[in-house]
């Protein structure tokens, strides 16, 4: 099956991408050095192009109502136009369908960014709920996304296009719309930036003009590492079906209030014993080595849980790791004889809290 391809393609391969197949799409994974990639966000800025998620518009009188019962949290905490709102969307038996950003753009009109891998699942999942409900459902698959990150990138876009002041005091998680550009203050890198949701031809313009700016395009290789350093989970990996919100340390995207809130999910969620819930951490490995995802973790040669996500840190020049282990194990013997399996050999690792990289600046012990 042919791959998807973004309208931002030629410009990836002018830039001498590498190419690769990530979801059904023709993705860049870097440029060169995506270590050099993964630093130059940490330090300025760079430009990703995440068109390949979906954007979906949500518009009716049924519209809030829906989204409090499609969604673990809760968009009654959008009290404005323009305010965003991290959440899961659940199954019946509590196990995360996709995670997701909603953003509110009028009282009867919201906006979902969806990823890649599971956009068409949750469009069929979305519209069955959304039976007998005055709403319409618009995939937007006409628009791009460009996520500008860096702790310069805030600065650099709001001077390129204009509108200064109400670009640099838009507070996180807001969203603010000029013209045909969509700003939202949100992304998936631990650093500041805006993700622009645009058309594609104003896509192909804002990527030059960062070009010109000496903003170098940043393939999806540094993105993952820059969002494990950021402590921010991965679908497919950290989180998926056969676990739930409170199994992934995202308990507080979990809005319980108000109690007759029913949202999907709530049900089976309230049903679980506390202490079944896995503990969701980081490691820090001790030991040479890679830690990747699907690794044993043991305690005492006992195995006591998985890493969902690893790889080596440019930051910290570790490997690191996020890991679900088992909450009974962690409470009632030491953490502090943690090893994992790599290719049959036992490597030391210690438990760290998340995140391991905020803003920029290291915040565990290395």
Not at 271 to 277: E, G, V
Request: proline residues 4%.
């Amino acid at each position: 099956m042919p791959l998807t391809k973004t309208p931002l393609r030629a410009r990836h391969l002018q830039a001498g991408a590498h190419m690769a197949p990530f979801a059904g799409w023709d993705m860049p994974i870097h440029y060169g050095s995506q270590i050099e990639e993964h630093r130059q966000v940490r330090s300025t800025a760079g430009v990703f192009d995440v068109s390949h998620m979906v954007v979906v518009d949500l518009q009716g009188r049924d519209s809030k109502t829906f989204l409090q019962k499609l969604l673990a949290n809760d968009v009654d905490k959008l009290h404005e136009d323009g305010k965003a709102l991290y959440s899961c969307m659940l199954n019946d038996l509590g196990g995360v369908i996709d995670d997701l950003i909603v953003y509110r753009q009028a009282t009867d009109r919201y906006r979902l960014v969806l990823n890649a891998d599971t956009a068409a699942s949750d469009l069929e999942w979305t519209t069955a709920q959304s039976k007998n409900l005055a709403i319409t459902i618009q995939p937007r698959t006409e628009l791009a996304i460009l996520a500008i990150q860096g702790p310069a990138a805030r600065q650099i876009v709001a001077k390129l296009v204009g509108h200064e002041s109400a670009l640099m005091n838009l507070d996180r998680f807001r969203s603010l719309e000029i013209d045909e550009l969509f700003f939202g203050r949100t992304g998936y890198t631990g650093e500041d930036g805006f993700e622009v949701i645009l058309p594609a031809d104003h896509a192909l313009q804002l990527w030059d003009q960062l070009a010109e700016k000496e903003v170098p395009p940043i393939g999806l290789g540094a993105r993952d590492t820059l969002r494990l350093e950021a402590g921010l989970c991965l679908y497919g990996q950290d989180l998926d079906t056969q676990h739930s919100p409170l199994d992934t340390g995202l308990e507080w995207t979990v809005a319980w209030q108000p109690e007759n809130r029913n949202f999907i999910g709530r049900a089976a969620l309230t049903k679980k014993n506390p202490q079944s819930h896995a503990v969701f951490t980081g490691l820090l490995l001790e030991d040479k080595g890679v830690l990747r995802s699907g690794m044993t973790v043991l305690q005492n040669d006992q195995p006591i849980g998985i890493t969902t996500s690893g790889g080596f840190s440019p930051t910290l020049q570790r490997s690191i790791a996020f890991a679900r282990l088992d909450a009974l194990a962690t409470e009632n013997k030491s953490t502090n004889s943690l090893t994992v399996d790599i290719r049959g050999k036992q490597k030391r690792v210690r438990r760290v809290p998340l995140p391991f990289v905020k803003n920029g600046k290291i915040t565990v012990k290395i």
